[in-house]
């Protein structure tokens, strides 16, 4: 129902400064500060920032809605506050709190019982738009595509109801929580994995410091892919231990 996904909201948005550090009006800032080019280059920005996706995704529609909460405008009910001065200090958000004002006085000829006519369509992780970059991103691999597309294939079969998903410069994979992410470039591949406390060695290193993938902490592991056999038994293991660590 329209009213579950409404306070479902205000519950994120009253935490957000004490979960994140930042209230809603500083995170939109530092999402505008970032210039990403696409939508999905927001959430996993916001991903590294420690957001689930499904928060990443909500905050995203968020700045692409202007920086206002997506029920805002929500018809008053009888489990929020009575009163339009109350239902207006349900979102700190400055730009939201006319609005809200003037969607609990309806027109004076309408109906007192009115119902909206059609409930909210619930949020859904925006997937289009990465599918179809999927096969760009694989074109910067260049003489290595043919290696990123064996490592892809490869994980369906041990995982098939993953999803990859293009970014910036790398292809995210998840379960719906992400797991793994194959990073992408001319030089070589670097499958980063969430194995928690899987010891390091030779192959499975620990990710450098700085801005990468590793940054968050989640994608602990990295393992830099430059030939085929590579690709065998054991690192197909290690896909499914991250894969059932972060999503069961």
Do not use: C
């Not at 998840?174 to 797991?179: L, N």
């Amino acid at each position: 129902m329209a009213t579950d996904y409404g306070e479902k909201e205000r519950a994120f948005l009253e935490e957000l400064k004490e979960t994140s550090g930042r209230e809603l009006a500083e995170w939109m800032a530092a999402i505008s500060e970032q210039n990403l080019p696409h939508r999905n280059d927001i959430i996993d920005w916001l991903r590294q920032q420690g957001f689930l996706f499904a928060q990443a995704s909500w905050l995203e529609r968020i700045h692409h809605n202007g920086g206002r909460p997506i029920y805002a405008e929500e018809p008053k009910t009888p489990d929020l506050p009575e009163g339009p001065k109350e239902q207006a200090k349900i979102f700190s958000f400055p730009a939201v709190r006319k609005e809200v004002v003037k969607a609990a006085a309806p027109p004076a000829n309408s109906k007192e019982n009115a119902e909206p006519e059609a409930p909210p369509k619930p949020i859904e992780p925006p997937q289009a738009e990465a599918s179809a970059d999927l096969d760009a991103i694989l074109a910067r691999a260049k003489a290595y595509r043919p290696l990123a597309q064996l490592v892809i294939a490869k994980i369906k079969t041990r995982r098939p109801t993953a999803q990859f998903e293009a970014r910036a410069a790398h292809v995210a994979i998840r379960d719906p929580e992400e797991f793994a992410a194959l990073g992408i470039s001319a030089k070589a591949l670097r499958l980063h994995l969430a194995l928690g406390d899987h010891p390091f060695d030779e192959i499975v290193k620990k990710p450098p410091p700085g801005p990468g993938l590793g940054r968050s902490g989640v994608l602990s592991h990295m393992i830099v892919l430059t030939d085929a056999r590579q690709i065998d038994g054991h690192l197909l293991d290690l896909v499914a231990a991250a894969a059932t660590r972060m999503n069961g």
